[in-house]
């Protein structure tokens, strides 16, 4: 389903938004709004807004499993915080084009004719021009009470007790000396104001706030009005002044704590953003499977504070788990044991989470989640549900970087699969170009083989003696040329299987250049070939192979320059190589042909010399060869013309007084 959101959505303005909640009855609203999403081909969001609220742990366990139900259902999770939810959705909803909103009935009535609005009201006035569905909650549930002045509160500990002691043991000595120095009651007032902030702002909670306001009243009214230590007054206002002083000071640790809340929410959300780019811009530079997985379980390593355990997929099935932690866990050896790798292999083989805080391996130590994309399994990754289990917000940041894990190794299998297709079209390619190739240009010499052979075989006796000399040659020449075709051919099929091997041996290069003219001395009549070699160059070869480049950069200089020109032969030593070169002063080869020469099968536009086309292997078997021993083969132009194929070869270490 998810896949086929992701593709209606370009499809449809229709953007249906879902509010998730911990209630019984949410999983049959997120149900109806996928239904709807569906048959609408919308774009289809779930959202929850955090709020001080305090939940327990089965509430914590149902808003968990109906955020995995919208995401199973194809949902796009999002996760915000905020006191005031409907504004929160409501923002939202302006931001992102939202059309319709799902929301369930809630259980709050007004009670009276001023009473506070209910979160469905307020969301309709509030988003006035969307179509809001809310659907009746049919199941009797209680909503957790929002936290009050004590209710939920934490129990402060002995530096929060010892804060509190502290600043109105100061308050109380600025208040004497405020006092000997005739200063104003407003003035020591502004003080233990100023003492129940700052109470607020250094420890944790509520508590020690609203503990401070009170006894700072208590402080100033024992021993800083008269009669002295007492808390009778003489002053007829005292009271109000008592009262208004009470209520400035739980007022100001209230929002004080309110603040801090949300200072601490944004703070940890935006390191949580922080994660999921760092993560998104290095599974950006990874270059392989492993380097995904290593990524994506050291950016949950950082953001849960715990160690990851992680499993992929070889051939043979599950390969072994490997722990990822970015500080040292000595209790961690223990997250690979048999059980937890059963618990994996199972997640591995169904696709589905499993372990922890599930119904399926529930005593595992972890909560184990599929890599998963495209219908294909790449891994488990395995989170450590102790010491604490990670809260809604935190699994949802978990469930968005597994799943980018998993897009970017779907992403390289799909360029590995297609690196993969487009090598076998390439093969496939060169195969029917070959085939091409033999198939219309070994008629003609066979053709003219079996003419001769045909000539000579009937009519051989009416025939003059230079007649038939002549015969003899051509069919000679013929098979000459088809052995030459054969054997570049035979080259070219052990490259492409790796089955070419060398047999280096130290060889004198003017031998083996000598030797490869000799190959050609009948077929280079009408050309001036000439020899330059330096004497004594010792290079490291397989001769066999070098005499076949040779003849084969010699064999192209005959076919594609005229009767008369000249080609030469030279070599030398340049550093620690040997040089070798034939060069021509034909036509040359064009500027636009020069980065295709050395490619499989390209003749270019050049007509040759005889009546036969040239299969546009030879060169590229030639460059093929010289790169196996090491060196490189190039094309400069033979100013003023023609052509220069430059190769070179490693001098051999052996000298000749060894």
Not at 83 to 107: A, C, F, H, N, W
């Amino acid at each position: 389903m998810k896949v086929q959101n992701e593709q209606s959505k370009f499809d449809t303005d229709e953007h249906i938004l879902v509010c998730l909640s911990s209630s019984p009855s949410n999983a049959r609203i997120i149900h109806t709004a996928a239904k709807m999403a569906k048959t609408l081909h919308a774009r289809f969001t779930a959202i929850y807004v955090q709020t001080d609220t305090v939940i327990n742990d089965e509430d914590q366990s149902r808003l968990s499993q109906n955020i995995q139900l919208a995401q199973r259902l194809g949902a796009e999770i999002v996760m915000t915080h905020g006191e005031d939810v409907p504004l929160q959705i409501s923002e939202y909803v302006r931001l992102s084009d939202v059309t319709k909103i799902v929301i369930g009935q809630s259980s709050a009535r007004r009670r009276w004719l001023f009473g506070r609005p209910t979160l469905t009201e307020k969301l309709i006035s509030s988003a006035p021009d969307v179509d809001i569905h809310i659907i009746p909650d049919a199941l009797n549930y209680t909503k957790p009470h929002r936290r009050r002045l004590f209710l939920g509160a934490e129990i402060p500990s002995l530096r929060d007790i010892a804060v509190t002691v502290l600043a109105l043991a100061v308050c109380t000595a600025i208040g004497f000396l405020f006092d000997h120095l005739d200063f104003p009651d407003t003035n020591i007032v502004t003080v233990y104001i100023l003492g129940v902030l700052m109470i607020s702002v250094l420890t944790k909670g509520y508590l020690c706030s609203m503990a401070g306001s009170l006894l700072s009243v208590v402080l100033f009214g024992f021993f800083l009005t008269e009669p002295r230590l007492s808390f009778q007054t003489y002053a007829v206002g005292y009271p109000v002044t008592f009262a208004v002083m009470l209520a400035s000071s739980v007022l100001t640790g209230t929002l004080a704590s309110k603040l801090k809340d949300h200072a601490r929410l944004s703070a940890r959300s935006a390191f949580r953003v922080q994660v999921l780019f760092d993560t998104d811009r290095l599974l950006q530079k990874a270059k392989s499977n492993d380097d995904v997985l290593s990524v994506t379980c050291m950016q949950l390593s950082r953001l849960l504070d715990r160690s990851i355990v992680a499993y992929t997929k070889g051939e043979n099935g599950m390969l072994s788990g490997r722990l990822y932690a970015e500080k040292k866990d000595t209790h961690a050896e223990k997250l690979l044991s048999d059980a937890e790798r059963q618990t994996a292999e199972w997640v591995l083989q169904n696709g589905c989470r499993a372990g922890a805080a599930t119904a399926q391996f529930g005593k595992s130590e972890c909560l184990y989640l599929a890599i998963r994309a495209g219908g294909r399994v790449y891994g488990v990754i395995g989170i450590p549900m102790k010491p604490e289990k990670p809260d809604s917000f935190e699994s949802s940041i978990v469930l968005s970087v597994v799943n980018e894990c998993a897009l970017a190794m779907d992403n390289a299998h799909n360029a590995a699969e297609k690196e993969r297709a487009a090598d076998l079209a390439k093969s496939e390619q060169l195969r029917a170009d070959l085939l091409r190739s033999i198939s219309h240009d070994l008629r003609t010499p066979l053709c003219s083989v079996s003419g001769n052979a045909d000539t000579l075989l009937h009519n051989g006796n009416c025939l003059d003696e230079a007649t038939k000399q002549q015969i003899y040659k051509d069919i000679y020449d013929d098979s000459e040329w088809l052995i030459g075709v054969v054997e570049n051919l035979l080259y070219v099929t052990r490259l492409n299987d790796g089955r070419l091997k060398l047999e280096l041996t130290d060889q004198l290069v003017d031998e083996v250049v000598n030797e490869a003219v000799s190959h050609l001395k009948k077929k280079s009549v009408g050309h001036k070939v000439t020899v330059r070699c330096d004497d004594l160059i010792l290079a490291r070869m397989d001769a066999h192979l070098i005499v076949q480049v040779i003849v084969n950069l010699i064999d192209n200089a005959l076919k594609y320059t005229e009767q008369g020109s000249e080609i030469c032969v030279s070599a030398e030593k340049q550093g620690g190589d040997a040089v070798i070169r034939v060069a021509d002063n034909g036509n040359g080869i064009a500027d636009d042909m020069k980065p295709h020469i050395f490619e499989m099968f390209y003749t270019g536009k050049n007509t040759v010399a005889d009546s036969r086309r040239s299969f546009g292997i030879g060169l590229t078997l030639c460059k093929s060869i010289i790169e196996l021993h090491g060196g490189t083969l190039t094309l400069t132009d033979n100013v003023p013309h023609g052509c220069i194929f430059t190769f070179t070869l490693p001098l051999s270490e052996v000298t000749l007084n060894e």
